[in-house]
């Protein structure tokens, strides 16, 4: 007699506001207004001008932001040369550092960097980057990265194809799978229902009369 199988839990949702739409003057504020509207990370977007078209931060801020919160900081590497970069954010006080897919071929080594920092690993894929080329490192991840635009720049539309690469994943990967880009009530939604359960939110959040408001709307499909 087969024994009854268990149905898998449901993640928690986790809201990752990211500091791209902040108001950089007063940095330390945006982090602590969100910190107390019930954020549970802070996603910090990192663009070398290469890999995207933007330009944003390096380790120095990343060591900064990190006296100013005990919250998570997690990580994005949207740069051309990752495996260069992951010792310094890692020491600037990273928690999370994700990778892109597409970014370097020797995928397997820069986890194993990552790890050896003392940190989770995670890996981002492109709109248009298929879930192939990342399966064989799946039981190795702490979190998947779907961008649900196309990254270097805030405020983009969220693409709803994205929906059914959220729900493949879901059905290979049992870990966090982050989303990233046109996140609000709606989109949120949709990814949840797909099988998300980090959500990137910077506009959203940070351009809300109430951030609280925001984050608690978000954590409504728990």
């Known amino acids: 007699m087969k024994s009854p199988q268990r149905k898998k839990r449901a993640k928690r949702i986790l809201v990752a506001p990211s500091i791209l739409a902040a108001d950089f003057s007063v940095l330390g504020r945006e982090i602590k207004r969100i910190e107390g509207a019930g954020a549970d990370m802070i996603h910090v977007d990192v663009m070398d001008g290469h890999f995207v078209p933007n330009i944003t931060i390096g380790p120095c801020v990343v060591r900064d932001i990190r006296k100013m919160t005990s ?21 600037a006080g990273s928690d999370i550092i994700t990778i892109h897919a597409e970014s370097e071929k020797r995928i397997a080594a820069l986890i194993t960097k990552i790890k050896s920092m003392g940190k989770k690993a995670g890996i981002s894929v492109k709109p248009g980057t298929p879930l192939g080329g ?10 998947v990265l779907i961008m649900t635009v196309e990254p270097g720049f805030g405020g983009q539309r969220f693409i709803r194809g994205m929906l059914g690469k959220i729900s493949r994943l879901r059905s290979l990967y049992d870990g966090d799978i982050e989303v990233d880009g046109g996140i609000n009530k709606e989109s949120a939604g949709e990814a949840v229902k797909a099988g998300a359960n980090v959500l990137v939110a910077g506009t959203y959040v940070y351009g809300a009369k109430s951030a609280r408001s925001a984050i608690r709307s978000l954590k409504e499909y728990q």
């Open 134 to 143: 990342i399966k064989r490192y799946l039981g190795r991840l702490d979190m």
């Open 71 to 91: 919250l998570p900081l997690d990580v994005h590497l949207m740069i051309a040369e990752p495996s260069k970069y992951i010792k310094p954010f890692a020491e």
